[in-house]
């Protein structure tokens, strides 16, 4: 069974990684019985399966998602949102108010205006049209404070680590609420802004060095030195 | 793209897989050719193809202008391609756009870089007064592969093409009754193949050009030479793919060039 | 004011080196940087010789305007693109003729190399800007373009390496410089896919013997291995410093 590669090494578009029964997984293409990267990644082998985690790509909507975008353009008893994706994405006025839309009585621009953002999840989307978005669950609407912080798709998965640890280390550290979309954008709300600077720092911290080993650890370990100079006026709820 | 058309396009590649092609051509056959030289009269030469259904005019200019500065002592070629918008319904009126631009520079090459016209005879006076050669091709009627069709009605443009006599005095050119013919010295003739599947084929009609994922244009000269080579399309060949078409262009370039260069 | 540069009389000595210095079958010296451009999708830079190249992708995105749009796949397009300055006697902004074809053969030779089909109606901008000239720049404009769209993230078949060859002084030569190219011979650039060991970018100038012809082919295919094995070293170097920093 020939692979090519040592665990989580580095390929790049075009590296011949397996050949024979494999499944070409992410970020794999597989011709004439060989598979190949189409991706700057780490190369992964899991049983016949191999697949490389993407160092950076775009993000691809996909149903179900979460995701934070921004109002481009205000249309007639709809919105374009912009969710960072290579097609711009449709929120009815219809979901947003609750019932059919009325161009007498609904003024748009007063609930959602160019500029915008909001947090929506994806309920529709195939390649012939654009993605459809809802606000109506819980969570979900016009974001009115915070800070956003924007990074590659790919390294969602490290922020919000395995079972959840790495986020949830951060949202204790920094007292901060921690709202991550899919698509790579990322809001961070605090009691203070020195506390979403602080998240924003380590979010940061975690995009650059996501393909290395032994990253909680480092984050938790500059996030609590950082904190020292804060002050330490924890809120006494949960 | 219309169901029919797709259909058409499988069995276009079906066939060349087995060697045949739906118009009867065997892979490496040209369509029938015409060629009528002197068809413009006001030009100092024209020629006309028709390669099939493809039709191509060119007419040629001699002006007098200024050498470039890095070759004072001789005379300037320029090419010109116009895919007017009568030849097809998908060309547009407006300035030129990448296809003709490509097919112009394709045919300016092989003029120029076989040493076609023998520019150094046409310094007026050195440095300062040549001879211009303006080469316009006329795209009449697009049924695929423009750029032989222009390269041989360039070509036999050119070897129709007649200077005036002048002669210099007291630093003015003055015009003398007569003509000569233009300087000619080498006769290149462009060869282009398409790629579908992997097989080449020479001369792709429209439809095959829809068809084909890549095109290889290779230009030789009277020694069998090559001084032009252009691929384009979105598709890639092999090394083995383009020699082998090298080989097939030099011969047929040979038979080619006995319409145009008579003896 | 018009400077005229006296062009020297023999381009490669008698033991075969070249004016600078470089065996016939040697590339000029090289250095490529990807992922400097800040609001570019992806970005790349190379320094080839004297050239000095940088390219930036933009998408897949929303096509502008809209009616040029493809239902099944991504709109590549190109534009190769010369700075006034980049040349001895000022070019004009203005697109010239050659900068057209270029920019339609970098085009077609980075094609096949992308996925396109996977975003439809989207598509998918290449800027090269040549800040420096000295001959072979659409072959730099290749390779630093093929970097840029990996560096975007965009789905990619394999990358595209470009050299050129070519006869100069009687000689058959790699990566010709502008003064080889007006001098020489023939000048051949090429482009090539490693994973289909095919090629995508072929155009020749000059005269060449069929024999000469394969071997000038097969000689820039050579030289484009070599220029690959470099955009692969570029692309993971800037991950490696990292991993390395950081794991001890």
Redesign the interface.
């Known amino acids: 069974m020939p692979t090519f590669y040592e665990k989580r090494e580095i390929v790049t578009p075009g590296d011949l990684l397996a050949e024979d029964d494999y499944v070409a997984g992410d970020n794999t293409y597989k011709e004439d019985g060989k598979i190949y990267a189409t991706r700057v990644g780490l190369v992964q082998y899991e049983d016949r399966r191999v697949y490389v985690v993407a160092l950076k790509a775009f993000y691809v909507p996909s149903i179900g998602d979460m995701v934070i975008g921004k109002v481009i353009e205000v249309g007639l008893g709809s919105w374009l949102i912009d969710v960072r994706a290579p097609y711009p994405a449709l929120l009815l006025a219809s979901d947003v108010i609750g019932r059919p839309f009325k161009p007498q009585r609904d003024d748009l621009p007063s609930i959602l205006d160019v500029g915008d953002l909001v947090i929506a999840k994806i309920v529709a989307y195939d390649r012939t049209r654009a993605p459809l978005l809802t606000i109506r669950e819980p969570d979900l609407g016009k974001i009115e404070r915070g800070q956003i912080v924007e990074i590659t798709p790919t390294k969602i998965p490290r922020v919000i680590g395995r079972k959840g640890s790495m986020i949830s280390m951060l949202k204790q550290e920094t007292n901060c609420h921690i709202t991550v979309g899919q698509n790579g954008v990322i809001l961070v709300t605090g009691k203070s802004p020195k506390n979403e600077q602080l998240a924003v720092m380590a979010i940061r911290k975690i995009e650059e060095e996501a393909h290395t080993s032994g990253l909680t650890d480092r984050v938790t370990q500059m996030v609590r030195s950082e904190k020292g100079g804060i002050d330490e006026n924890v809120s006494k709820e949960s | 793209m219309s169901p029919t058309v797709r259909v058409k396009q499988k069995q276009i590649a079906q066939l060349v897989s087995l060697g045949k092609r739906l118009d009867g051509r065997g892979l490496t056959d040209y369509r029938e050719i015409q060629l009528d030289m002197g068809v413009a009269g006001r030009a100092e030469g024209s020629a006309r193809v028709r390669l099939g259904k493809t039709e191509v005019m060119v007419g040629t200019k001699i002006e007098l202008g200024e050498p470039f500065p890095d070759v004072p002592n001789e005379g300037v070629l320029t090419v010109n391609a116009e895919l007017v918008p009568l030849a097809s319904p998908t060309f547009e009126p407006g300035p030129p756009n990448e296809d003709s631009i490509e097919l112009a520079r394709v045919v300016d090459r092989g003029i120029r870089e076989s040493k076609a016209i023998a520019l150094e005879k046409l310094c007026v006076e050195p440095g300062k007064k040549v001879f211009v050669v303006f080469v316009d091709v006329y795209v009449l009627n697009h049924d695929g592969n423009l750029i032989d069709a222009s390269a041989l009605a360039a070509l036999a443009a050119l070897i129709n093409t007649k200077m005036p006599k002048y002669k210099v005095e007291e630093g003015e050119i003055k015009v003398k009754s007569g003509y000569d013919p233009l300087p000619m010295r080498n006769y290149p003739i462009a060869v282009t193949f398409a790629k579908i599947n992997d097989n080449i084929i020479v001369d792709p009609w429209l439809e095959e050009e829809q068809v084909m994922d890549a095109r290889i244009t290779i230009t030789t000269d009277k020694d069998g030479k090559i001084c032009a080579v252009q691929k384009g399309g979105y598709g890639c060949f092999t090394t083995q793919r383009i020699l082998e078409a090298a080989k097939i262009a030099r011969e047929k370039a040979q038979e080619l060039r006995k319409l145009v260069v008579k003896g | 004011m018009?400077m005229?540069r006296k062009n020297p009389e023999k381009l490669i000595d008698e033991k075969d080196v070249r004016l600078d210095g470089r065996g016939l079958n040697e590339l000029r010296p090289i250095k490529i940087e990807v992922g400097i451009l800040g609001n570019a999708?992806g970005s790349a830079y190379i320094e080839q010789g004297k050239n000095k190249i940088l390219a930036a992708v933009y998408?897949?995105?929303?096509t502008h305007p809209k009616h040029l749009a493809l239902p099944d796949r991504?709109l590549l397009r190109c534009r190769y693109h010369m700075a006034p300055f980049s040349v001895d006697e000022r070019k004009s902004p203005a697109p010239s003729?050659?900068e057209?074809?270029l920019?339609?053969?970098i085009k077609?030779s980075l094609?096949?190399?992308v996925?396109t089909e996977y975003?439809?109606?989207?598509s998918i901008d290449t800027f090269i800007e040549v800040l420096q000239a000295d001959g072979g720049t659409r072959c730099a404009s290749i390779t630093v373009a093929s970097l840029a769209l990996?560096?975007?993230?965009i789905?990619?078949?394999?990358?595209v390496a470009a050299c050129a060859a070519g006869k100069v002084d009687g000689r058959l030569v790699l990566d010709l410089t502008d003064l080889e190219d007006k001098g020489g011979e023939a000048d051949?650039p090429l482009a090539w896919?490693?994973?289909?060991?095919?090629?995508?970018?072929?155009?020749?100038?000059?005269?060449?013997?069929?024999d000469e012809?394969?071997k000038t082919?097969?000689m820039a295919?050579e030289g484009c291995k070599q220029i690959y094995g470099l955009?692969?070293e570029t692309?993971?170097a800037k991950?490696?410093t990292?991993?390395e920093e950081?794991?001890e």
């Open positions: 018009k005229s999708d998408g897949p995105r929303e991504a003729r050659r057209i074809e920019s339609k053969v077609e094609e096949p190399a996925f975003y439809p109606r989207t990996a560096d975007a993230g789905p990619m078949r394999s990358l051949l896919i490693p994973n289909l060991n095919a090629i995508t970018l072929l155009q020749m100038d000059g005269s060449l013997t069929i012809f394969e082919l097969n295919v955009q692969k692309l993971k991950y490696i990292v991993k950081v794991e």
